[in-house]
């Protein structure tokens, strides 16, 4: 397949046709399929898989660009059904997001290091599924539905505070904010991958309950309630923070939380990470179980009850860690509806009810730019060879290196059918583009490492009538 290209779009790859599967989330049915809010996806820089979900449906849908390489030149095809066993205890789904699989502390390209899926529900269980749609982990995080889950690669420079910050995965409830650190998350996709083939063997002696979560060990998670302020749409966790005055030096981290919602557009919390907590927490919480199913079972050989079928009870929820709020902006009616956060976690791009577009410095924690008349815009930042002169073949980006980029903000206005690029923080708009209606803007959240050149931060956008999908032109004429 020919690979078209536009002024400052490229395509990569493209739906195939004739896929019934797609026809479940409303392709080919009627046009502006992607505009649903309830429809979930995630791109993954993977062949570019791309992961669709509805919540109405209990099934996931993995595209990949069929020509296996780095650019695409491709078509899109399903190459996983991953369909999780979610009972009414469960909930539905409520939020998807691609979790690498770390080799050697660098995230590459290849085959043995394919990403895993993580899936959020409505009933506050977290799941983690492999491209084959095995079942990796599952685990109880809050009774509570999930709004959001964000994988976010720790990028930061050298002699900085935030040079000690690992990965992490943070989870978005209305009020409410956890955290998995990426270590923690790999040595548990290291303990799957080293069991493989003793899976293989135990499948035939399971008894159809693969799915419980007690058939899982806990991986250790930080739990905050931010709700001082109100209930929040969105919220991240954008980096390492100072402790506060007067405090004595400890091992103990603290990091700074961004919320928004109704009550207050934008609200800022000291998160402090207590490890002993999440530990011991992690702990008890499997002594506690199996103690009280043991005791449980003595008695009823003592008093000789007839056997009762079990019912299938819920851990109880890990304790919070204290947040406490550090400042809050409230302008009713406004309320704030969407947050994205700059690669460093400096910027956040905060997104309002009335249209308009917050650049929040999350350091100082001010407002250092304010965009108009955006309605139902959508945010994410790229980074552009802005003062680059083109190179021969629009597809030639090796050899740059990160200092060659500046940050810029994209902004999707879908009622205006335009994309804009703006230099941050106070550049001026360097491109506007046209793109048709019913098209999405979507980005990886897993950045790869290469020994060869820099990977910059890329956005993309998928045209859900016509199926296409385009790589933002990383040149700007």
């Known amino acids: 397949m020919a690979r078209r290209s536009h002024l400052h779009l490229t395509e990569v790859c493209a739906l195939a046709s004739g896929c019934d599967d797609l026809s479940i989330l409303g392709l080919g049915e009627r046009e502006g399929w992607l505009d649903d809010p309830s429809l979930l996806s995630s791109l993954s820089p993977y062949n570019h898989s791309l992961a669709l979900a509805h919540p109405s449906k209990s099934l996931i849908l993995v595209l990949a660009s069929t ?42 390209e290849g085959d043995d290091a394919a990403p895993v899926l993580a899936v959020g529900t409505t009933l506050g269980y977290l799941l983690f599924y492999s491209l084959a749609g095995e079942l990796i982990h599952k685990q109880s995080i809050y009774p509570g539905r999930i709004l959001r889950l964000k994988f976010r690669t720790a990028k930061a420079k050298a002699g900085s505070l935030q040079e000690s910050v690992s990965d992490e995965l943070s989870i978005v409830f209305s009020g409410i ?50 709700n001082k302020f109100g209930s929040c749409a969105d919220a991240a966790i954008v980096g390492l923070m100072p402790p506060p005055l007067m405090e004595i030096q400890s091992s103990r981290r603290y990091y700074c939380a961004v919320t928004i919602g109704e009550d207050s557009v934008i609200s800022a919390y000291r998160l402090s990470e207590d490890r002993s907590r999440s530990l011991v927490g992690a702990i008890l919480s499997r002594v506690g179980t199996a103690t009280i199913s043991t005791i449980s079972s003595f008695s009823s ?46 910027l956040a791009a905060v997104t309002d009810s009335l249209g308009r577009i917050l650049l929040l410095d999350t350091q100082a924690l001010v407002v250092v730019r304010l965009w108009k008349g955006y309605r139902d815009a959508h945010c994410l930042f790229v980074e552009m060879l802005a003062k680059k002169e083109k190179s021969a073949t629009s597809s030639n980006y090796y050899g740059y290196s990160k200092n060659d980029y500046c940050l810029c903000l994209a902004i999707h206005a879908p009622r205006k059918g335009i994309i804009e690029v703006w230099q941050m923080r106070t550049g001026p708009r360097l491109l506007t583009i046209q793109c048709p209606k019913g098209s999405k803007m979507l980005q990886p959240s897993i950045r790869l490492s290469s020994n060869s050149s820099y990977n910059p931060l890329e956005v993309y956008l998928l045209n859900g009538d016509s199926g296409q999908l385009f790589a933002l032109n990383r040149h700007i004429s």
Request: hydrophobic share 30%; glycine share 8%.
């Open 301 to 346: 050989i003592l008093w000789r009850r007839e056997p009762s079928p079990t019912k299938k009870t819920r851990p109880k929820p890990q304790s919070f860690a204290k947040a406490s709020p550090l400042t809050c902006v409230k302008d009713p009616p406004r309320r704030g509806e969407r947050l994205t956060l700059s690669p460093s976690g400096t």
């Open 67 to 108: 020509s296996g390489d780095r650019v695409g030149n491709g078509d899109y095809a399903v190459v996983s059904r991953i369909r999780p066993s979610l009972g009414e205890s469960d909930g539905l789904l409520a939020a998807i997001e691609w979790v690498p699989h770390v080799r050697d502390g660098e995230i590459f």
């Open 177 to 226: 904010i956890a955290r998995f650190d990426g270590l923690d998350i790999q040595d548990m996709l290291q303990k799957w991958s080293d069991e493989a083939g003793s899976r293989v063997w135990n499948k035939r002696f399971q008894d159809g309950n693969e799915e419980e979560e007690s058939n899982f060990s806990t991986v250790p998670f930080q739990l905050w309630n931010v």
